[in-house]
């Protein structure tokens, strides 16, 4: 298994290594998906191809057959479910595949986030929540 996607290698990542890994990285997408999934084999290629394109970015994949703990902790419910992590912090969450052109994009977007901004924001509601508030 590899540990590094310095090659554009896309990492299969089990619950015991998850959090270490996610915590370890600044920039992480996870697919989470299935085998029986013929969506999510559809967009195995894609998602390894913008591994290749990113070698700066950690691309996962959590099979959600073997991991249905890990899949429940993040509330999947429909697969292929996107993730994009960065600095530990979720930044996107998204069910279905995606075209390339697409997966570009919200890689882009994710990319451009001001993660200072997201962790004034990630507090403010976290606060907010404490207090009572209901969103």
């Known amino acids: 298994m590899t540990q590094s996607s310095a090659t554009g290698a896309v990492v299969e990542l089990d619950a015991p290594q998850f959090n270490a890994t996610v915590a370890g990285h600044p920039f992480v997408i996870v697919d989470f998906w299935a085998p029986w999934c013929a969506p999510c084999r559809a967009f195995a290629p894609t998602f390894?191809?913008?591994?290749l394109r990113h070698p700066d970015?950690?691309?996962?994949k959590v099979n959600t057959e073997n991991e249905q703990a890990l899949a429940a902790q993040f509330g999947i419910r429909s697969i292929p479910t996107l993730m994009i992590f960065r600095?530990?912090?979720?930044?996107y969450a998204e069910a279905g595949s995606l075209p390339a052109a697409a997966l570009e994009q919200v890689i882009g977007a994710a990319n451009a986030l001001v993660m200072d901004d997201?962790?004034?924001?990630?507090?403010?509601?976290?606060?907010?929540e404490s207090a009572g508030g209901t969103g």
């Not at 970015?57 to 996962?60: C, G, Q, R, S, T």
């Not at 600095?87 to 930044?91: A, E, G, Q, R, T």
Request: charged letters at 20%; a negative charge.
């Open 48 to 51: 390894a191809a913008a591994a």
């Open 57 to 60: 970015v950690l691309f996962a």
């Open 87 to 91: 600095d530990d912090i979720i930044v």
């Open 118 to 128: 997201v962790r004034r924001e990630v507090a403010a509601q976290t606060a907010h």
